[in-house]
C-alpha cells in the first residue's frame, strides 16, 4: 500500500499583508472559503490565524476566530489547526487566548526565540493600501519573536489539559533539540508532528542539505516517535515539499507560507496550492491522508 501524506494548508497566517496579493484571505467568509476549498482539495489539516477584516492586520481575539470555525467545522472533516504563534507583535497571553479557548486538536508550538526577517519583501512591494503593513514589515529589522523556554512550556501546559496536540514549528535545528528536551521532561508527549519550517530570515535556509541535515538530526533525536512535515517559505515551498515528500515527509502549503504558485504566478487561492503539491505527491506514487488518516497517526483526540 502506498504511504500516505499529510497535506496540511496554513491558509493566511501572518508573514503577508494585504496589499501583497489579491487573493490574500482577509475576512472570516475568506478564511473560511479558503480553508474548506483546501479541504476539498485534499489537505488533511487546516492552519488558521484571523485577521481584521477592515485593514487585514493579525487579529488573535477569540471572536475574530468565532467568525469562521463554526463553518469550517460544519463544512469539513479537516483537522482544525490554532496558530499560538499569532505575529511577532504580539504578547503570549494574546497568542494562546484563541487555543486556549476552542481547545483545537492541533495547535501550533513555536519552539525557540528568533529574529523573523519580514522586511526583505518591502524590495518587491512597495505600494500599501493601509497603515499598518508598512512599519510592521520595516519593524522586523528590529523586533523579537519571542518563545522562551517558560513560553513553551506555558502553552504546552495550558493545551494539554485540553487534549490538544501541536504542530511544533522548527526553524532551525536547534529547536529540535529544544523539543527533545521538552519531551525528557515529560511536558510534551509522542508522537511528535515536527514541522520542519525552511527559508525564513532568521532561520535555517532552504538548500536541499538543509532539509536532510533537518530529518538526520531529527532521526536521530526522535527515531520513530515523531511525523516529519515541511514547509518552505516562499518561492520554495514546492521544491521543498517534493524533497520532503520523496524522503518520506509531509508536507505544509497555503498563503501563509507562500503567496506564489510559481516565478511571477501568485496563486489565485490555497487550493490551487493544495493541487499542485497533491499532483507532486500523487505523481510519486504516494497517497494523500484523509483528516481521518491523520488523526490517526498523529494520535489526535478526533
Ligand atoms: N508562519 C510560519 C512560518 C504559527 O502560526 O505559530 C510558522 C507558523 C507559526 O505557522
Ligand atoms: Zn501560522
Not at 102 to 125: C, D, H, I, Q, W
Request: proline letters at 6%; one cysteine or more; glycine letters at 8%.
Amino acid at each position: 500500500m502506498a504511504r500516505k501524506v499529510i497535506i496540511t494548508c496554513a491558509v493566511t497566517g501572518a508573514i503577508h499583508t494585504p496589499s501583497m496579493s489579491p487573493h490574500l484571505p482577509v475576512t472570516p467568509e475568506e478564511i473560511a472559503d479558503a480553508a474548506i476549498g483546501a479541504a476539498e482539495a485534499g489537505a488533511a489539516i487546516v492552519h488558521l490565524h484571523a485577521r481584521d477584516p477592515q485593514t487585514g492586520k493579525p487579529d488573535q481575539s477569540t471572536a475574530a476566530f468565532d467568525k469562521f470555525l463554526g463553518v469550517i467545522k460544519q463544512r469539513t472533516s479537516a483537522v482544525v489547526n490554532i496558530t499560538t504563534g499569532g505575529s511577532p507583535t504580539m504578547a503570549l497571553e494574546e497568542r494562546l487566548g484563541p487555543a486556549a479557548h476552542f481547545k483545537p486538536e492541533v495547535a501550533s508550538l513555536n519552539m525557540g526565540t528568533m529574529n523573523f526577517g519580514l522586511y526583505p519583501m518591502l524590495a518587491r512591494f512597495k505600494e500599501f493600501k493601509h497603515d499598518w503593513e508598512k512599519p510592521y514589515l520595516e519593524g522586523s529589522r528590529d523586533r523579537i519573536f519571542k518563545n522562551t523556554f517558560a513560553d513553551i512550556e506555558y502553552i504546552l501546559t495550558t493545551c494539554a489539559e485540553n487534549g490538544t496536540r501541536f504542530e511544533v514549528e522548527c526553524y532551525d535545528i536547534g529547536h529540535l533539540y529544544t523539543l527533545s528536551h521538552m519531551a525528557d521532561r515529560g511536558v510534551i508527549k509522542p508522537p511528535f508532528f515536527v514541522q520542519s519550517v525552511f527559508g525564513i530570515l532568521g532561520g535555517i535556509g532552504p538548500h536541499p542539505e538543509d532539509v536532510m541535515h533537518m530529518k538526520r538530526t531529527a532521526d536521530r533525536l526522535f527515531g520513530d516517535q515523531y511525523r516529519w512535515s515541511v514547509l518552505g517559505a516562499g518561492r520554495n515551498q514546492l521544491p521543498i515539499a517534493a524533497q520532503a515528500a520523496a524522503m518520506g515527509g509531509n508536507v505544509r502549503v497555503g498563503l501563509e507560507d507562500s503567496l506564489w504558485l510559481k516565478a511571477g504566478r501568485f496563486a489565485e487561492s490555497n487550493a490551487e496550492q493544495v493541487r499542485a503539491v497533491r499532483a507532486i505527491i500523487e505523481n510519486l506514487g504516494l497517497e494523500i491522508a484523509t483528516p481521518e488518516d491523520a488523526r490517526a497517526t498523529l494520535e489526535l483526540k478526533g
